[in-house]
């Protein structure tokens, strides 16, 4: 492609001289067909996905192979789980990290089991003594129930995604539980 200076028209390669103006054309070096002239070929830059809350390349891989069962255990046996983790690799870091993850689940179970008795007690005490079992009251703890054990089937579904993790090795925040940072 070549291009004339006084106009700033861009004419084919086997075009002399401009059109317009007459003046001479120049061609562009290393300009690609459909540029314009006075641009310059930029490379865009890729992207990368990085994702945030995996945390895997801060581990050695040796750490990782040797404490990949101990990092498991959390989220197999729950708080025991948690206890044998901490007992068993207290010295390595992908073991503890896991640990974290595991308690950080823990306390969401604890919540909403916590959650779910309080709520039945609070309706089922007062209310109980005064109306009997209503219809409505009924329906009522019948959708805290299946709420409550709705967010402990999450719970446990995140352990199983967690350990696949870990089966990969790889050192990844729970879904769910990224949200408690006072246990990093």
């Known amino acids: 492609?070549?291009?004339?200076?006084?106009?700033?028209?861009?004419?084919?390669?086997?075009?002399?001289?401009c059109g317009q103006c007459g003046s001479p054309?120049?061609?562009?070096?290393?300009?690609?067909?459909?540029?314009?002239p006075g641009q310059m070929q930029r490379m865009q830059p890729r992207m990368m996905m990085?994702?945030?809350?995996?945390?895997?390349?801060?581990?050695?891989?040796?750490?990782i192979s040797e404490n990949k069962?101990?990092?498991?255990?959390?989220?197999?046996?729950?708080?025991?789980?948690?206890?044998?983790?901490?007992?068993?690799a207290p010295a390595s870091a992908y073991t503890m990290f896991h640990a974290r993850q595991g308690l950080k689940l823990i306390v969401l179970q604890f919540i909403a089991y916590a959650g779910?008795?309080?709520?039945?007690?609070?309706?089922?005490?007062?209310?109980?003594t005064f109306i009997g079992y209503s219809k409505a009251l009924s329906?009522?703890?019948?959708?805290?129930?299946?709420?409550?054990w709705a967010c402990i089937a999450i719970i446990f579904v995140i352990q199983l995604v967690c350990f696949i993790?870990?089966?990969?090795?790889?050192?990844?925040?729970?879904?769910?539980?990224?949200?408690?940072?006072?246990m990093r």
Do not use: W
Request: hydrophobic share 45%; proline share 6%.
């Open 1 to 17: 492609m070549k291009y004339c200076q006084n106009c700033q028209l861009t004419y084919d390669d086997s075009a002399n001289v």
């Open 25 to 36: 054309l120049t061609s562009i070096p290393g300009q690609m067909p459909g540029q314009m």
């Open 50 to 63: 990085v994702d945030p809350y995996d945390h895997t390349a801060e581990f050695e891989q040796k750490d």
């Open 69 to 88: 069962v101990f990092a498991m255990v959390p989220y197999i046996l729950n708080f025991i789980g948690v206890i044998i983790a901490l007992l068993a």
């Open 116 to 128: 779910q008795l309080l709520i039945n007690s609070a309706l089922l005490s007062p209310l109980n």
């Open 139 to 148: 329906i009522i703890i019948a959708v805290i129930e299946l709420l409550a």
């Open 165 to 182: 993790d870990v089966c990969r090795g790889k050192a990844k925040e729970a879904p769910l539980a990224k949200s408690i940072n006072s």
